[in-house]
DNA sequence: CCAGACAGATAGTGCTACTATCCGATAGTG
DNA sequence: CACTATCGGATAGTAGCACTATCTGTCTGG
């Protein structure tokens, strides 16, 4: 609480004298949306007040926010590593493949790429159908992203869905991947040994 | 390198002699292994470890070893923080909607919850429309799992893209869904002003 | 008028993922 | 056969992050 004020994510309460401090509604709902994005999202600190301060600029052009909640879910733990040239222009192709416009220092890309890169260590090649599938999949999650907002009354709560939406979102696509998988295995292997001897 | 043989996820070498050991190419794609679960997924090194183990115990059937992976995936930096039991209701009620069999213990499930709960914390109730696009896309994307799965020949590469695929994919779908975000949003703000004063 | 609560500041803690240093043995070299 | 440079193994130390505890002074309510 008073960390996350030091840290400049949680704006101070008004005075209602010299050593009191009144929080109200907006507080509340402040810190829920910090912990969400913190606990939930998986952001650190840091990219959590980048965002917060990008909310907070109410002068700024929603795509400017937007681009702000893309970058800081790639800092979290994966400023290292930088993905191979080979793999950022493969995603930036097909990327273009699928008629989308995207620039290049769109954070998706080295992720897309990293995540190539590791599938291609244990010498998997992704085939170009495996990636529309997964292309497919985020597009029409976009769409739907997008169908959220578009129901929403002020612009003040577009503002906040479309940055919460696009941090949580990621978590919840992937715990529904996971019900999922959980299914489509079931089908797969009955009740299997796995790697008898050929 | 020396740390990780420490941790129990790298094994040690064949000794050439009694101060000298020779890694050969199963080392080196181990490491490579080890280093994209853990850059590029975003994998604690415990959880790594965990999900070697189970890689490597070869009388294990291939649904425990998948998972482990699963679960490997919840430890990282959401231990805290447990989802609330309407979200997790709804979730599991939702998945069994679609026509997935699932069982409680599924991480899924409370990560899934818990994105929810984050959504509900900035006022925004997800409708079942927005779950069942969700829901489309996670199903899309475990089908296409699979199909890369049953290319492959030995059952050891199957092991291991079952348990790379499952830690990869999130990232590899995240990446995209920026993508794909940047793309359907342009077409959303042409070019903007945020918040205008009503 | 005084006990207790509150704000603010400073210092400390726990955890994770490494990294640096030391030591002893040995393998290669002249 | 001696010497040195290197390697493996072990131990201790470091860095960053997200807090948390304590201390101090001030003010408020009974």
Redesign the interface.
């Known amino acids: 609480m008073k960390y996350y004020q030091r840290e400049g994510l949680l704006p101070e309460g008004v005075r209602s004298a010299p050593n009191q401090v009144d929080y109200g509604d907006a507080h509340v ?1 402040r810190v ?2 910090i ?3 913190l ?4 952001l650190s600190v840091a990219a959590t007040k980048d965002v917060i301060a990008a909310l907070d600029a ?9 681009r702000v909640a ?1 970058h800081a ?1 790639a800092t ?3 400023a ?2 930088t993905p191979s040239d080979a793999a950022r222009q493969r ?1 930036a192709t097909f ?1 273009r493949s ?6 290049d220092d ?14 291609r ?4 090649e ?2 170009d ?3 529309g ?17 578009s129901s ?1 009354a ?4 577009v ?4 940055v ?3 941090i ?19 089908t ?2 009955p ?6 001897p ?1």
């Open positions: 709902h829920r949306l912990r969400a994005l606990e939930t999202g998986g109410e002068d700024a052009p929603l795509a400017e926010t937007f893309q879910m979290p733990r994966t290292d590593s995603i990327a699928q008629g989308w416009e995207v620039t769109n954070p998706g890309i080295d992720a897309a790429a990293r995540a190539l890169d590791g599938l260590a244990i010498g998997f992704a085939p159908s495996y990636l599938a997964y292309a497919a999949a985020a597009a029409a999650v976009a769409a739907a992203d997008l169908r959220a907002l929403l002020t612009p003040d709560q503002a906040e869905l479309m919460v939406g696009t949580l979102g990621d978590p919840l696509f992937a715990g529904l991947r996971r019900l999922a998988q959980q299914d489509v295995t079931r797969l292997f009740t299997d040994a796995k790697r008898a050929s």
